[in-house]
Nanobody
Framework: QGRLVESGGGLVQAGGSLTLSCQASESIVEFSPMDWYRQAPGKGHETVAI??????VYPNSVRGRFTISVDSAQNSLQLGMNDLKTEDTGVYYC?????????WGQGTQVTVSS
């Protein structure tokens, strides 16, 4: 069964950087697509990066600041986040589709202070 576990969240000042990691229990390249999304208090779910077979896709809110990548050697999906803003605060989750089934991690908290 596919399983995803996120790590790397924390507290950072605005303008700072964090890198999130999503460890897969099976070969990361078997998941497609994979994405990162976030949930902030009082706000809906927002996808912040998608890794497709054609390449990464980002919404305007994070384009140029966030980078999604696959580390095949570590079997993980990464999310590099730079120039963080207070509005980036939320719980970040990774999600992947594996052999027709959806898998989600438990989430990792990112808090950006002003």
């Amino acid at each position: 069964q596919g399983r995803l576990v996120e790590s790397g969240g924390g507290l950072v000042q605005a303008g700072g950087s964090l890198t999130l990691s999503c460890q897969a229990s099976e070969s990361i390249v078997e998941f497609s697509p994979m994405d990162w999304y976030r949930q902030a208090p009082g706000k809906g779910h927002e996808t912040v990066a998608i890794m497709t077979r054609e390449g990464p896709v980002y919404p305007n809110s994070v384009r140029g600041r966030f980078t999604i990548s696959v580390d095949s050697a570590q079997n993980s999906l990464q999310l590099g986040m730079n120039d963080l803003k207070t509005e980036d605060t939320g719980v970040y989750y990774c999600h992947g589709l594996l052999r027709g089934e959806d898998y989600w991690g438990q989430g990792t908290q990112v808090t950006v202070s002003s």
